[in-house]
């Protein structure tokens, strides 16, 4: 199954993405707003996760209730990925963490991991890869594959800002998973920098630069 590629549509999400791309906009501020786009954006990305049909007692009786029917796993890469990580669990507080850490080498713009340790359950679960810049789509491409080598089967990846280059990369090595954006931009410069963009996502989120 081709899995789908959704950028979302909403007044609030641009309104925010209209601040963290704002070169003057301090730390606090956008790493505070990063977090607030991805709960915007996990309402939706979780809108199919699998439930259960089962009951409870309320108060005054018996109610038909859905519970969610797998685990939830949610893989940042480090480091710019721990930015939507605590948004996303203030909606699945159940929510298990995995990490997993990629450097780019700058001349050859290809990936190199570093750390790597999910949960038990990860095989079972529903993942969330969460890494703010899909930008050549390198990075995110190779941590999917540790995770299908760990033995993860159902995998989405949330993203802020994407260019062309990165979903085609993702469409073509995975295309089994979906893909959540926040916005698409124009295209990567000669240093695989998502234009416009909004910068350094990592650097902007912890004042590194």
């Known amino acids: 199954m ?3 590629v959704v950028i979302f549509n909403h007044p609030l999400i641009h309104h925010k993405l209209s601040l963290i791309r704002d070169e003057t906009t301090g730390t606090k501020d956008f790493r505070q707003t990063v977090s607030e786009i991805g709960m915007l954006m996990a309402y939706e990305v ?3 996760l699998p439930t259960y049909d089962t009951t409870v007692k309320t108060p005054v009786g018996i109610a038909k209730v859905k519970k969610l029917a797998k685990e939830v796993v949610i893989v940042p890469i480090l480091r710019a990925g721990l930015g939507m990580v605590d948004s996303i669990q203030t909606l699945i507080p159940t929510a298990k963490v995995g990490h997993i850490g990629l450097y780019r080498d700058e001349e050859t713009l290809e990936p190199h991991e570093y750390y790597a340790k999910f949960p038990a359950i990860i095989s079972e679960a529903e993942v969330l890869i969460v890494d703010p810049m899909l930008a050549t789509g390198g990075s995110v491409s190779h941590a999917i594959s540790v995770l299908k080598a760990r033995g993860a ?5 949330v993203g802020l800002v994407g260019a062309p280059e990165g979903i085609k990369k993702l469409q073509e090595t995975h ?3 979906d893909i959540f954006l926040a916005c698409l931009d124009e295209k990567l410069n000669q240093v695989g920098y998502i234009v416009p963009g909004l910068g350094d996502c990592g650097d902007r989120l912890y004042g590194t630069k």
């Open 2 to 4: 081709n899995g789908k």
């Open 46 to 48: 979780t809108r199919e």
């Open 153 to 157: 089967k159902r995998i989405s990846y």
């Open 175 to 177: 295309p089994d998973v």
